[in-house]
Nanobody
């Protein structure tokens, strides 16, 4: 089993930046992709960005050019650098780890506890 601990959320003004971190522990050898999801009040959880163990990345259209996902394998940590933040980026952000058995985003994959990001206008 994989444990994920997020940090770095907070309150920021529109146009500002935040960096989220997600530290993985446990059965990290099983991870083949990691991602950040977010869920705003009254909305479904959505994929924000993902990165594979080979380093390939993909982003939601709404964050392309503003957010960057990266990983530090030595620290077993994934980051989400968020620039030019907008009020519509306000949500709880969740870290997720997928494996060949439980794909990224599945209910059976590993999820962090979530961190709140609030962007004021």
């Amino acid at each position: 089993q994989v444990q994920l601990v997020e940090s770095g959320g907070g309150l920021v003004q529109a146009g500002g930046s935040l960096r989220l971190s997600c530290a993985a522990s446990g059965s990290i050898f099983s991870i083949n992709a990691m991602g950040w999801y977010r869920q705003a009040p009254g909305k479904q959880r959505e994929l924000v960005a993902a990165i594979t163990d080979g380093g390939s990345t993909n982003y939601a259209d709404s964050v392309k050019g503003r957010f960057t996902i990266s990983r530090d394998n030595a620290k077993n940590t994934v980051y989400l650098q968020m620039n030019s933040l907008k009020p519509e980026d306000t949500a709880v952000y969740y870290c997720n780890a997928g494996s060949p058995f439980h794909g990224l985003g599945s209910s059976y994959s590993s999820w962090g506890q979530g961190t709140q990001v609030t962007v004021s206008s």
